[in-house]
């Protein structure tokens, strides 16, 4: 069962009161509409576009040294591309990574382990093996779980994941 | 006398003109420069995931304007990650001074050549995406007489480094590797 979408005002309110300043990404279809091209006028961020999604993890991972928070805003894709980069900041320099990640082509309503897509069926266990949390953002209310994934994140100084579940 | 650019020494000549400069060396240029400059408590040592040096410098230079990041970035890496010259230009970092320890060659991986070792011009390509001003240095007295100048310039820019590895810096994997040595380098950067 699919409910209510999730909407991208409620994302961005709950973005910005984690304390979050900067806005890394590379753009994702799934997110561009609701919450990329809002960014682009949202006087509460700075964007930081990138070419590749990698060279966000790292600048995510090293603002955190200057008491920085900032947020990876890619495509699943982007994050699969990226393991390398998340394996050594985030997971062995232990550096907190705050991503949000489109799941392309997911469908609402089916949990990302069943989806058709290979490549959405993988993200869940990747992160798992890497002892990653993540939470799907997909039903209006998801987005309660943003806060407390950033925080926990700069507490604990490890990566958290955001997986958008359907195209907003 | 030879006037090929030995690494160490250029990074000696460096070692005297950094104060309170970041300093984001990557792999062989990383275990030299601690080696140089162990006590630099503003040192990133980037390693880890190779090619990404230059754009932990950037989020360094963004997020600490009031700081000089100087990276020290090598040839097989920043050919991994060559986006970032975009990405970089395109931030407009003043903060920025990107050094390429061109060697051509995969040093730390049994010294391969880098794929176009003898026809990639990088300080072009600098220039091409955009950096605010690029050079190429190849002789010590050309770095020597330049470096106080670059690290007062507005940046970004781009310095390819022609030179050699001297002799084998030591390895302090556990150092440089340490999750101490990131405490140190949050604990002097946020200091006062």
């Known amino acids: ?101 489109g799941l392309l082509a997911k469908e609402p309503g089916v949990p990302p382990k069943q989806a058709k897509m290979l490549g959405i069926r993988i993200v869940e266990p990747i992160l798992e093996a890497m002892l990653i949390p993540h939470a799907l953002m997909e039903d209006a209310g998801d987005e309660r779980h943003i806060r407390p994934a950033i925080d926990t994140a700069y507490a604990n100084s490890y990566p958290t994941t955001l997986l958008i579940g359907r195209q907003m | 006398m030879s006037k090929t650019m030995r690494r160490d020494l250029c990074f000696k000549i460096l070692a005297k003109h950094i104060r309170d400069q970041i300093i984001v060396p990557v792999y062989q240029s990383a275990q030299e420069w601690h080696g140089i400059a162990p006590d630099h408590a503003l040192t990133y040592y980037s390693i880890g995931a190779m090619g990404q040096a230059s754009s932990c410098a950037l989020g360094l230079a ?64 600098a220039r091409a995406a955009g950096y605010r001003r690029t050079d190429t240095i190849a002789t010590l007295d050309d770095f020597e007489a330049k ?46």
């Not at chain 2, 070792?117 to 072009?124: G, I, K, L, P």
């Open chain 1, 1 to 101: 069962m699919s409910g209510e979408p999730i909407t991208g005002p409620a994302i961005l309110d709950q973005i910005a009161a984690s304390g979050i300043d900067y806005i890394v990404s590379v753009p994702d279809i799934t997110t561009s509409a609701a919450l990329l091209w809002p960014i682009v006028e949202d006087k509460r961020f700075r964007l930081i576009r990138v070419c590749k999604e990698d060279e966000g993890v790292s600048i995510c991972a090293v603002m955190s040294m200057a008491e920085k928070r900032a947020l990876l805003f890619i495509q699943y894709t982007g994050l699969l591309d990226s393991i390398n980069a998340l394996r050594s900041a985030g997971c062995e320099y232990k550096m907190p990574v705050c991503i949000m990640a």
């Open chain 2, 62 to 125: 963004i997020a600490r304007p009031d700081k000089r990041v100087v990276v020290l970035d090598g040839d097989g890496s920043l050919l991994m990650n060559l986006g970032t010259l975009v990405t970089i230009a395109n931030q407009k970092p003043a903060n920025l001074l990107h050094f390429l320890c061109q060697n051509g060659e995969y040093e730390a991986n049994g010294s391969h050549p880098i794929p176009g070792r003898d026809q990639v011009d990088f300080a072009a390509m």
């Open chain 2, 147 to 192: 470096i106080a100048g670059l690290l007062a310039e507005p940046g970004p820019v781009f310095v390819a480094l022609k030179l050699v590895a001297g002799p084998p810096p030591s390895q302090d994997y556990a150092f440089i590797h340490g999750a101490p040595t990131r405490a140190a380098f949050k604990a002097a950067l946020n200091k006062g």
